[in-house]
T-cell receptor
Framework: GQQVMQIPQYQHVQEGEDFTTYCNSS?????IQWYKQRPGGHPVFLIQ?????EVKKQKRLTFQFGEAKKNSSLHITATQTTDVGTYFC??????????FGTGTRLKVLA | EAQVTQNPRYLITVTGKKLTVTCSQN?????MSWYRQDPGLGLRQIYY???????DKGDVPEGYKVSRKEKRNFPLILESPSPNQTSLYFC?????????????FGPGTRLTVL
């Protein structure tokens, strides 16, 4: 069945360093969404990408959708302690089923 | 305030004792969904519903039932819980049909089956 792999599983960075997480799907996606989950919290929607090659920015966060619509990345510039949490990607492939990546847990050291 | 609520938030039960986790949303969303979250496995979709009386299986539906009799409610039923259903459960809802729209998640229900 369809799978979405996300790497790395964990990332520890010093505050101010950059961070990137990658998602790779075994099938072509209709769209991809990114979520952030703080420790002890619930997933919170960050953004959705739909078009091949799409790039979107939210302040220090940059999201990309690959040309083949099978991969995506989230890049955070100059991390802050408020960026701590687990980042998930989630994609659909023309159905109403969401497949989530396994998540990347980010720890930011002050 | 727009929100998705779940009850109970925490539940410890024993194998075989039927239970229901309720989910309600006040945003008039058509699409609702249930996920379970387990360490190292991320979120996996159990069931989803595109509207009243319309439900379909997600990736891990075995051992679960759902119903959608009203637009705002989407309860998750475990007829005979087993220890491998110990998990953190999230309900989510979104507008339109849910394909490519923001999902709003509830606070989660931590279930332990002994």
């Amino acid at each position: 069945g369809q799978q979405v792999m996300q790497i790395p599983q964990y990332q520890h960075v010093q505050e101010g360093e950059d961070f990137t997480t990658y998602c790779n799907s075994s099938t072509t996606l209709s769209n991809i969404q990114w979520y952030k989950q703080r420790p002890g919290g619930h997933p919170v929607f960050l953004i959705q990408l739909v078009k091949s090659g799409e790039v979107k920015k939210q302040k220090r966060l940059t999201f990309q959708f690959g040309e083949a619509k099978k991969n995506s990345s989230l890049h955070i510039t100059a991390t802050q302690t408020t960026d701590v949490g687990t980042y998930f990607c989630a994609g659909t492939s023309g159905t109403y089923k969401y497949i989530f990546g396994t998540g990347t847990r980010l720890k930011v050291l002050a | 305030e727009a929100q998705v609520t779940q009850n109970p938030r925490y539940l410890i039960t024993v194998t075989g004792k039927k239970l229901t986790v309720t989910c309600s949303q006040n945003m008039n969303h058509e699409y609702m969904s249930w996920y379970r979250q387990d360490p190292g496995l991320g979120l996996r979709q159990i069931y989803y519903s595109m509207n009243v009386e319309v439900t379909d299986k997600g990736d891990v539906p075995e051992g679960y039932k759902v119903s959608r009799k009203e637009k705002r409610n989407f309860p998750l039923i475990l007829e005979s819980p087993s220890p491998n259903q110990t998990s953190l459960y999230f309900c989510a809802s979104s507008s339109t049909t849910g394909m490519g729209d923001t999902q709003y998640f509830g606070p989660g229900t931590r279930l332990t089956v002994l």
